[in-house]
């Protein structure tokens, strides 16, 4: 594959996100608090306190399941951020916003957390892009999946961890996803194809003093793999824009 495009014109995408995991000194509420002080400027809509945050916080932080759920949610006019006193991630508002504006937004808060000495170490970068297409997506990809046609089949749901560098992309295809744009809306049945590009880091001060190069190469990754993945005459039908 020589280039990937631009962006499409029939855009799949259905969420876009961003996450870090940190560590800070400060405890929730008092973590949200200082924050939201940092980048209400950013996300000047509602401010939400979820439901999770009313579980002590030494529970959340034992339990797996729940570290990394959000307790507050901030909204703006082009992002997203969720926040628990672990992690933290800024999505784009859908129809998807485009990767210069969702990681500008990103990259200036994260700068802002950093610099108020908010965040002090980021152990894991992660990058998940969601993708819903109508109908079957099987033929219309570049690998080959297992024939079961002998076997009464209710959907496929097929996983693959895949290492790219110093990054690992955690692939999931789905042909019995179901996708509805809004709450009063019936879903749709469909196809996904997820992918979770995320990085590890040994050095916890390594994506502090490389936010924006860190975070450029991951979307690069991600962006390669699920076009790779995407046979030409539907990449075609997807309307790309090259530069």
């Known amino acids: 594959m020589e280039g990937a495009p631009i962006r499409l014109n029939r855009c799949p995408l259905v969420d876009a996100l961003v996450?870090?995991?940190?560590?800070?000194?400060l405890d929730s509420p008092i973590l949200f608090a200082k924050i939201y002080e940092q980048v209400k400027d950013i996300f000047n809509k509602e401010a939400k306190t979820l439901p999770l945050s009313q579980i002590p916080e030494i529970i959340l932080r034992s339990d797996r399941s729940l570290m990394y759920k959000p307790l507050y949610r901030i909204e703006g006019n082009d992002a997203i951020?969720?926040?628990?006193?672990?992690?933290?991630?800024?999505?784009s508002v859908m129809p998807y916003v485009g990767w210069d504006k969702l990681s500008s937004i990103t990259i200036?808060?994260?700068r802002k957390l950093i610099d108020a000495n908010i965040i002090t170490n980021v152990p894991r970068l992660g990058h998940r892009y969601v993708n819903f297409f109508t109908g079957e997506i099987d033929k219309n990809l570049t690998i080959s999946l297992p024939d079961i046609s002998k076997y009464s089949v209710a959907g496929k749901v097929l996983n693959y961890s895949i290492m790219d560098g110093d990054f690992m992309h955690t692939l999931q295809i789905s042909n019995a996803a179901q996708y509805s744009p809004a709450k009063n809306i019936a879903p749709r049945n469909g196809s996904v194809i997820d992918i979770d590009t995320y990085r590890v880091y040994q050095d916890t001060k390594y994506f502090i003093a490389n936010v924006e190069e860190e975070m450029n190469d991951a979307h690069h990754k991600e962006k390669m793999l699920f076009f790779s993945l995407l046979s030409e005459d539907f990449t075609n039908r997807l309307e790309p824009i090259y530069e």
Do not use: A, G, H
Request: aromatic share 4%; proline share 5%.
């Open 81 to 91: 951020m969720q926040i628990c006193p672990q992690s933290l991630t800024v999505s």
């Open 19 to 25: 996450e870090i995991r940190f560590q800070s000194k």
């Open 108 to 110: 200036k808060v994260i």
